[in-house]
């Protein structure tokens, strides 16, 4: 079936560092990509997402880039502040509209 | 905001009973999903309605079930609780769920969830 494998947390860098998040899945098909991130406390919000190979996602200084050869899908951000502190959810959509999700990756940014 | 709401946002119940969790979908979003997060499970899809009619079903318990209503908006009964029940459970709705790989139609957006805490 569907999976997605995340790099384990946490992660914990400083203010200003560059964050790099694996993601890399096994899905029937061209699925769609997600990320999303929840905030201590709050649900989940939808982060960035590609729908087709070679595709880069971007919002509020992240990226992640479809990549079908390798099956991956890693977040990066050139410069994280305290304000990224949360956990990260890589996702698909292969077949049917179900999100299948990893297992989280829980950062800490520290001042 | 995601525009996805969920009441109630904490319900403390005991083992053996019931309850109802509440979502309303964003306005003109016809499908609505449901998704367990628990610490060992991590975030699991339990059932996709889409305009009233069940779509998809996922690891679901035969103990839980789910309707949509014509206004759209779902409920989640969960009955016969157990300790390992307790979770956060998520609602997320998207503007149709067919299924077809599409910027729009598949993007899910979430309400900030119930947790469940059964004693």
């Known amino acids: 079936g569907d999976s997605v494998t995340q790099m384990e947390g946490p992660v914990t860098l400083s203010e200003e560092a560059f964050l790099t998040i694996n993601c890399t899945y096994t899905?029937?098909?061209?699925?769609?990509l997600f990320w999303y991130v929840q905030y201590p406390g709050e649900g989940l919000q939808l982060l960035l997402k590609a729908t087709k190979a070679d595709d880069k996602g971007s919002n509020k200084g992240f990226e992640a880039t479809y990549r079908k050869e390798t099956t991956s899908f890693h977040l990066e951000k050139g410069s994280v502040q305290v304000s990224d502190s949360a956990v990260y959810f890589c996702a698909l959509i292969a077949a049917g509209n179900k999100l299948t999700f990893g297992g989280g990756t829980r950062v800490l940014v520290k001042p | 905001d995601s525009g996805v709401t969920q009441t109630p946002k904490h319900l403390i119940t005991a083992t053996g009973q019931r309850v109802t969790l509440r979502c309303s979908p964003r306005s003109g979003d016809l499908s609505v999903y449901w998704y367990q997060q628990s610490l060992d499970q991590g975030l699991q899809f339990l059932i996709q309605?889409?305009?009233?009619?069940?779509?998809a079903k996922g690891n679901i318990l035969e103990r839980f079930s789910a309707q949509q209503f014509p206004d759209l908006h779902s409920e989640l009964n969960l009955s016969s609780l157990e300790l390992g029940d307790s979770a956060l459970y998520f609602c997320?709705?998207?503007?149709?769920?067919?299924?077809?790989?599409?910027?729009?139609?598949?993007?899910?957006?979430f309400g900030p969830g119930t947790r469940l805490t059964v004693l």
């Open positions: 997320a709705s998207s503007a149709a769920g067919t299924g077809l790989s599409s910027a729009v139609i598949d993007t899910q957006y």
């Open positions: 309605y889409y305009n009233g009619e069940e779509r």
């Open positions: 899905a029937t098909g061209y699925p769609s």
